[in-house]
Nanobody, 129 residues
Framework: VQLVESGGGLVQAGGSLRLSCAVS???????????VAWFRQGPGKEREFVGY???????MYLESVKGRFTISRDNAKKMVYLQMNNVNAEDAAVYYC?????????????????????WGQGTLVTVSS
């Protein structure tokens, strides 16, 4: 299974950016069973959870991005998106998508990086003031 992020780049503070995560190596049916998360790592910072979308559609976000970031998925295309609005300097980071297969009722600690099996290589988001 491979995950490839794209869409990063330079964005002005207050602007918007949409990141994409393309998943390959699995069928759409298998992909639909995945929980997919976004994590980020800013300069000199630890990797942190940004949000996830469960196979059952449940969404969870880091408190500081609630109302600004939206995660969505297209199972047929095996894609997950992170729409970032009203970006600020604190959002500058390398963004990673991560995935794992889950059962419908498994939502246990999906904010933890250790729960994810597959990772992308990351895409850099830079914020200018």
């Amino acid at each position: 299974v491979q995950l490839v992020e794209s869409g990063g780049g330079l964005v002005q503070a207050g602007g918007s950016l949409r990141l994409s995560c393309a998943v390959s190596g699995v069928s759409g049916g298998i992909f639909s069973r995945y929980a997919v998360a976004w994590f980020r790592q800013g300069p000199g910072k630890e990797r942190e959870f940004v949000g996830y979308i469960h196979r059952n559609g449940e969404l969870m976000y880091l408190e500081s991005v609630k109302g600004r970031f939206t995660i969505s998925r297209d199972n047929a295309k095996k894609m997950v998106y992170l729409q970032m609005n009203n970006v600020n300097a604190e959002d500058a980071a390398v963004y990673y998508c991560a995935a794992r297969s889950v059962i419908l009722t498994d939502t246990n600690d999906l904010v933890a990086a250790s729960r994810y099996t597959y990772w992308g290589q990351g895409t850099l988001v830079t914020v200018s003031s």
